[in-house]
């Protein structure tokens, strides 16, 4: 077995066990099965690179611990702390996007599927940032520029995976769905009722997020060593 294998199998454990206490309605077990989620993806990530991490890769790692650790703690400031630590990591990911990858050069025939990419989540993005909830009201600014650069990464995303196509343009794009529906799925447990399907569809998204996130930060890694390997 190589010694990645059984963080990441545990990682998978978590997930399970996630899913089976949010639909038996355990929420003090579940706390503990999604408290192992992201250091179980940390030394998988670790193991896998050798042990090297980037500035921005680290930053991350660390905004994502810290916007869990918010959630997990269920307190007055959870949620305006999960939301700015959650900011830090889009706004992360976009300068990773931006700085380490070719310009996207557009096709005749992309113009037809981004337009409609474009339009379809900025129609989210409106729709969702429609539903204000009082707890939101006053963060009004915050939640807007969240939203806005969630929607940037996911149409850049999608735009060099229409475009390009390559296996590290499609762990981009599952990332980016993944962080739409913890969110859009975050929004409807606190605007509707109660409901164990919404709860699941958050809790597996955002855990399925970290898993893409971590993959795509392992290819890219993969793709720069053969680049200098050539050279």
């Keep these: ?45 670790l193991i896998s690179s050798e042990f090297k991490i ?12 810290v916007g869990q650790v918010f959630n997990l703690m ?22 990773l996007f931006m700085g380490e990858h070719e310009r996207i050069k557009l096709a005749k025939k992309d113009i037809l599927p981004i337009s409609i990419v474009v339009i379809f989540i900025v129609y989210l993005l409106v729709s969702v940032l429609s539903l204000q909830l009082d707890s939101m009201k006053k963060f009004n600014i915050i939640y807007t520029f969240y939203g806005i650069v969630l929607s940037v990464l996911s149409c850049f995303s999608f735009i060099s995976y229409i475009t390009k196509g390559t296996h590290l343009a499609l762990l981009m794009s599952l990332m980016a769905i993944s962080y739409i529906f913890s969110d859009i799925f975050y929004i409807f ?7 164990v399907v919404l709860v699941l569809i958050r809790d597996i998204t955002q855990i399925l997020g970290y898993f893409f996130m971590v ?8 793709i720069q060593k053969k680049i200098l390997y050539n050279n």
């Design 54 to 65: 980037g500035k921005t890769e680290g930053l991350i790692f660390l905004f994502c611990f």
């Design 215 to 222: 993959e795509y930060f392992l290819e890219k890694a993969k």
């Design 189 to 195: 447990n606190e605007y509707f009722s109660y409901s």
């Design 74 to 95: 269920d307190i007055e400031v959870s949620e305006i702390g999960g939301v700015l630590s959650f900011l830090a990591v889009y706004l992360l990911i976009v300068k």
């Design 1 to 45: 077995m190589k010694a990645n294998k059984p963080s990441l199998i545990l990682f998978f454990l978590a997930l399970l066990f996630t899913i089976i206490f949010d639909w038996t309605g355990e929420e003090f077990l579940g706390v503990y099965a999604k408290a192992i989620v992201l250091p179980s993806i940390f030394i998988y990530f």
